[in-house]
């Protein structure tokens, strides 16, 4: 337990995160903002669905366990319904704030572009949901004691941490997707990026057999994750391009001598 | 393009200093129990307690507690106003350094003091003398006259967070609720109405047309607690010679800067910050749970 299971888990759940954050995001105030927004809107829309799901479980009978646990399940379906609105309202937002930039700018060019907004968008919205996910977990795990000892599973902080750097990283797929099908009005794919959120988050019912949970999980991030690759105008020849260092856009841009 | 990039680019320089401010106050609730002890000792302007049994009383009493505050607020910044329409700067500036040098030294001692408790450590006098000596000086130097700019935020964030901590221990709690929602909508009335003590500073201020102008704003912004002998005056202050700070070392694009003739923004920004601070403070005190907090400091960047 404590420091080293601490920082184990906060390096695994926010690791490829923060390194995403700092390589990409960090240098560009405007994507800052924008990242921020995005978690902002998420924070909203969980804000919602547990007023929802607090009033529900004040009504209800408290003695039952399945009730409870239906009750939960609706918590659960209902917030990633609510996640993903508010998903496709900040898309609508940025979408007229675009608009408005380009309006007003003298430039032809907008000073930054939707993908880039799906992509930070989406980042954004999975920071902040991964931070409510774990940070509690995180702060226990400080702390003195023993996981499991009352017969639990031993894994719970390392399950859950890698569970939160799966969803955080799921949520900057699904952002990019989801922005991009809005784009092109292909709303199979918009279908396919909710039914895939409702599916992850069904999958956590399973706990505490964690193989069951974050086997599949983890197979929709590469599924998700190689559907944006593309999504984003990323092929195997751009990969191979960049991976040997001979991408000569990247190189320009980056002021990189090749 | 230039003139919302660079827009961004401020927003983004302010977004650290609030992050690293409530950062030390979070850090500060967390492990100096001082500040969450429940205490009978309440400020002179919050006269009305507590611990009373029933609900409907003390919803009560956090009402009257809050008029006090905001009518002692109200009172005090008509007064600074008076005080620059006569001119009398000498007693502005006066008041400026006497609050400043408060905050700087004795509260900062004490801040100390309660850090040594907590952590049980053993230190002698002249070494403390020393420290607080040193800190204070190179603070009031800071603020009042030229220092580095980093120097001058590091000041501003240890000082902001001094103040809000002041705030959280010794406002009582519903109190502490309705007044943070009070100070919300007397910033706007302030600020935006015709007759707002503020705006009237604004406009006597463009009148005579006078450099000394930022400094004041942010000292009128500042004029609540005078029986702390107006510590906020430091912290506004230090504020505004940051922004002042900002300006002389963004040099760099003149022309494309946004000119700064808003001040009823910035004056409103002051308010909010320390307001802010005391949020997320009260939010840690009060929840274990590290939800609350997270979500107090998105919606203060937002």
Redesign the interface.
């Known amino acids: 337990m404590t420091a080293s299971v601490f920082f184990g888990c906060t390096f695994i759940a926010f690791g490829p995160a923060i390194a995403l954050f700092l390589f990409t995001i960090a240098r560009e105030?405007?994507r800052?903002?924008f990242l921020?927004?995005g978690?902002?809107f998420w924070?909203v829309s969980l804000l919602l669905s547990s007023l929802v799901w607090f009033i529900s479980v004040q009504i209800s009978n408290k003695e039952s366990a399945v009730q409870q646990k239906g009750l939960l399940i609706f918590g659960v379906v209902l917030s990633v319904l609510l996640q993903e609105t508010f998903r496709f309202a900040y898309y609508k937002l940025l979408k007229k704030a675009n608009e408005g930039?380009l309006a007003?700018?003298?430039?032809e060019t907008m000073?930054i572009s939707i993908r880039q907004l799906a992509y930070v968008s989406g980042l954004g919205f999975g920071f902040?949901s991964g931070?409510?996910s774990v940070?509690?977990i995180l702060?226990d795990s400080v702390g003195p004691g023993t996981v499991g000892i009352h017969g639990d599973s031993q894994h719970y902080f390392l399950s859950s941490a890698f569970m939160t750097m799966a969803i955080i990283l799921l949520h900057m797929f699904w952002g990019v997707v989801f922005f991009d099908a809005c784009e092109k009005q292909r709303w199979w794919a918009v279908a396919a990026v909710i039914i895939s959120h409702l599916v992850v988050s069904c999958l956590t019912f399973q706990n505490p057999e964690y193989v069951t949970s974050l086997v599949p999980t983890y197979i929709i991030l590469f599924l998700m994750g190689i559907w944006a690759f593309y999504t984003a105008g990323g092929s195997l020849r751009n990969l191979k391009l960049c991976l040997t260092c001979k991408d000569k856009d990247f190189l320009l841009a980056n002021h990189r001598p090749r | 393009?230039l003139?919302?990039?660079y827009g961004?680019?401020h927003?983004?320089m302010l977004?650290i200093p609030v992050t690293l401010c409530m950062v030390v106050v979070v850090a500060t609730i967390k492990s100096v129990s001082f500040y969450t002890e429940k205490t009978d000792q309440q400020l002179i302007y919050t006269p009305f307690t507590e611990n009373t049994p029933s609900v409907g009383r003390r919803l009560l009493n956090s009402v009257l507690n809050t008029i006090i505050m905001i009518s002692v607020i109200v009172v005090m910044t008509i007064f600074l106003v008076v005080l620059y329409k006569y001119r009398c700067y000498k007693f502005i500036h006066g008041w400026l350094i006497l609050s400043s040098l408060m905050l700087l030294f004795w509260f900062s001692f004490m801040y100390l003091g309660e850090v040594f408790k907590t952590y049980n450590l053993a230190v002698d006098y002249p070494t403390v003398g020393l420290i607080i000596w040193n800190f204070g000086a190179v603070g009031m130097i800071c603020i009042h006259w030229k220092g580095p700019l980093q120097l001058q935020q590091a000041y501003l964030i240890l000082i902001s967070a001094l103040m809000a901590l002041v705030f959280i221990k010794y406002l009582p709690e519903w109190s502490a609720w309705v007044i943070l929602g009070a100070i919300s909508v007397y910033d706007l009335v302030a600020v935006l109405s015709p007759k707002g003590p503020l705006r009237m500073l604004v406009e006597t201020a463009q009148e005579r047309n006078e450099p000394i102008f930022p400094a004041l704003i942010y000292s009128s912004a500042m004029v609540w607690t005078v029986g702390m002998a107006s510590p906020m005056d430091a912290q506004r202050s230090e504020h505004g010679s940051d922004e002042e700070a900002e300006q002389s070392g963004g040099r760099v694009e003149p022309e494309r800067r946004q000119p700064r003739t808003f001040p009823e923004d910035d004056v409103e920004e002051d308010s909010e910050f320390i307001r802010d601070h005391v949020l997320v403070g009260k939010a840690t005190a009060t929840g274990g749970?590290?939800?609350t907090t997270?979500?107090c400091f998105?919606?203060i960047?937002?």
């Open positions: 105030p405007l800052v903002i921020i927004a978690a902002f924070l930039l007003l700018s003298q430039e000073p902040m931070a409510f940070v509690n702060a | 393009e003139t919302l990039k961004a680019k927003v983004i977004f749970d590290w939800n997270l979500t998105v919606a960047l937002i």
